[in-house]
């Protein structure tokens, strides 16, 4: 039985094993400041949820609000708002 926290009971998912974050950056140790800056700033806003996976760690509330997946040669850092946003930076054009 997977004993991941989901927003909703008996949520549809691939179940990946859980990890712990320092696992999650055992291979990029030099990130893992910078998640604890992000992961701060969240908890000055309220309690958020660390799901740590091998891949990366989704930070939720209610919801998955944020993925932050080390990489070889950066830290992806993926938000996920209500809203849609249009933007030139999204859009690729800045």
């Known amino acids: 039985m997977c004993e991941r926290e989901f927003g909703q009971?008996?949520?549809?998912?691939?179940?990946?094993?859980?990890?712990t974050v320092d696992e999650t950056f055992?291979?990029?140790p030099e990130q893992k400041p910078i998640y604890e800056?992000?992961?701060e700033h969240l908890r000055t806003?309220?309690?958020?949820h660390e799901d740590a996976v091998k891949v990366g760690v989704f930070l939720k509330r209610?919801?998955?609000?944020?993925?932050?997946r080390p990489m070889a040669r950066s830290l992806s850092v993926n938000?996920?708002?209500?809203?849609r946003v249009d933007?030139?930076?999204?859009l690729?054009?800045?």
């Open 9 to 19: 009971e008996n949520q549809a998912h691939v179940c990946v094993p859980g990890s």
């Open 26 to 28: 055992a291979h990029r």
């Open 37 to 39: 800056a992000i992961i």
């Open 45 to 48: 806003l309220g309690p958020v």
């Open 62 to 68: 209610q919801r998955k609000l944020a993925e932050v």
């Open 79 to 83: 938000l996920v708002l209500p809203r």
């Open 87 to 90: 933007s030139a930076r999204r």
């Open 92 to 94: 690729g054009h800045a």
